[in-house]
């Protein structure tokens, strides 16, 4: 069974801050990897995928992820953080057709 | 083009009752997947229907089912509802074509709140 740990539940930041979510997965076929992100009374939406190639992912909005098969990681990275990016950042792993999503973890930035 | 519709958004409804969630997905995607989410475990998976057939499924008691017609549009339903069912249920839909999905697109959910 498939399953996704992520590091942290809830990560306080100041405006400008660099950003590093963790996540660890365990799947034992071929692996697809995912970042969401769920703002405030919104719905779900994509950050950046992995499926294969380039392990370094990048996605939108300036957010990027690692993928290190040798430790079944795929963080999550971003440079310089805004207050528009407080959200709700959820890890998911793909298996046959079923996503396996982490507990999520709550970013809250402060201006 | 259109994204994943979900109806109705809100739902207040007695313990006891049994409740239908419709989702309507991205045209052309033919895999509607089914997810509930709360404070507390998060996100789970439900179940996954593509063509018609429940394809896969999650650790939830058979109070919970769904179905899917032939235009893939998908339906949850839920009876004999308790408090612990209270959540936002999500709707995701995909291409759902071999085993690799590309991606899944989330619907913007349906708020249940059993009182």
């Known amino acids: 069974a498939q399953s996704v740990s992520q590091h942290n539940h809830h990560v306080i930041l100041s405006e400008a801050a660099s950003l590093e979510l963790g996540c660890n997965y365990s799947y034992g076929g071929t692996v697809n990897l995912f970042w969401y992100v769920q703002y405030p009374g919104q719905h779900l939406q994509l950050l950046l995928k992995?499926?294969?190639?380039?392990?370094l992912v990048k996605g939108i909005k300036g957010f990027e992820a690692e993928f290190i098969k040798s430790k079944f990681s795929f963080n999550l990275r971003k440079p310089s953080v805004q207050w528009s990016d407080t959200a709700e950042y959820f890890c998911a792993v793909s298996g046959y057709s079923t996503l396996t999503f982490g507990k999520g973890t709550m970013l809250l930035v402060s201006p | 083009k259109a994204g994943v519709t979900q109806t109705p958004r809100y739902l207040i409804k007695t313990r006891g009752q049994q409740v239908t969630l419709s989702c309507s997905p991205i045209?052309?995607?033919?895999?509607v997947s089914w997810y509930q989410q709360t404070p507390g475990q998060g996100l789970q998976f439900l179940f996954e229907y593509f063509s018609e057939t429940q394809r896969n499924k999650g650790n939830f008691p058979g109070r919970f089912s769904g179905r899917q017609f032939s235009n893939s549009r998908s339906e949850m339903n839920v009876s004999t509802l308790e408090l612990g069912d209270s959540a936002l249920y999500l709707c995701?839909?995909?291409?759902?074509?071999?085993?690799?999905?590309?991606?899944?697109?989330f619907g913007s959910g349906t708020r249940l709140t059993v009182v």
């Open positions: 045209s052309g995607h033919r895999s």
């Open positions: 995701a839909s995909s291409l759902g074509t071999g085993e690799v999905d590309y991606g899944y697109t």
């Open positions: 992995y499926f294969s190639g380039d392990p």
